[in-house]
């Protein structure tokens, strides 16, 4: 059975950072790209930030390059998201996602809070 | 970027009915890379149909995608106690992948 658990999430404030985990099992995790895809309270979904399955190719979205940066460790079947320059728009519950064009497998997310 | 409409915001209906949710791209998603997803409150998403209409691993038959170009359509043939749920459709063709806002199927 496929899972993907997500940790990391918390309160900080603007500004500050956080490093989000995604624990993945039940498929060979190195053979797949990963995403991470969030909703902010009361909005629609919005894709954030895909990996290949090397970890060589990254993608990201325009309202996070350059504070973002996606990354896994295949020996340990792990995908994290390293949050910087948090704003309070980046409020939201952020979900791993396996594959990066749709995605057939989500974990139950982690939230992000940035408030001061 | 692709925006993706979904209609009607929220649908109210009974077991056994038939359902009807829309999803209008607001240009043609290429190769008909849409997908449809079921979300319940405290889960993780589903995914239903990808290709706008093949069904995911066990997705059983009363689930079905259909549409091209910019119009989409997910239907069910009747409705069960736990299709209760929201869904939203994504487009995987133009980068950035972008997702509708979602449709509510709401106990009638």
């Known amino acids: 059975e496929v899972q993907l658990l997500e940790s990391g999430g918390g309160l900080v404030k603007p500004g500050g950072s956080l490093r989000l985990s995604c624990a993945a099992s039940g498929f060979t995790f190195n053979y797949y790209a990963m995403s991470w895809v969030r909703q902010a309270p009361g909005k629609g979904l919005e894709w954030v930030s895909s990996?290949?399955?090397?970890?060589?190719?990254?993608y990201y979205a325009d309202s996070v390059k350059g504070r973002f940066t996606i990354s896994r460790d295949n020996s340990n079947n792990t995908l994290f998201l390293q949050m910087n320059s948090l704003r309070a728009e980046d409020t939201a519950l952020y979900y791993c996602?396996?594959?990066?064009?749709?995605?057939?497998?989500w974990g139950q997310g982690a939230l992000v809070t940035v408030s001061s | 970027e692709i925006a993706l409409t979904q209609s009607p915001g929220t649908l109210s209906l009974s077991p056994g009915d038939r359902a009807t949710l829309s999803c209008r791209a607001s240009q043609s998603v290429s190769s008909n890379y849409l997908a449809w997803y079921q979300h319940k409150p405290g889960q993780a998403p589903r995914l239903l149909i990808y290709g706008a209409s093949k069904r995911a691993t066990g997705i059983p038959d009363r689930f079905s995608g259909s549409g091209s170009g910019t119009d989409f359509t997910l239907t069910f043939s009747s409705l069960e106690p736990e299709d209760f749920a929201v869904y939203f459709c994504q487009q995987y063709g133009s980068s950035p992948w972008t997702f509708g806002q979602g449709t509510k199927v709401e106990i009638k």
């Open positions: 990996i290949d399955n090397r970890g060589i190719t990254t």
């Open positions: 996602a396996k594959d990066w064009r749709f995605f057939d497998y």
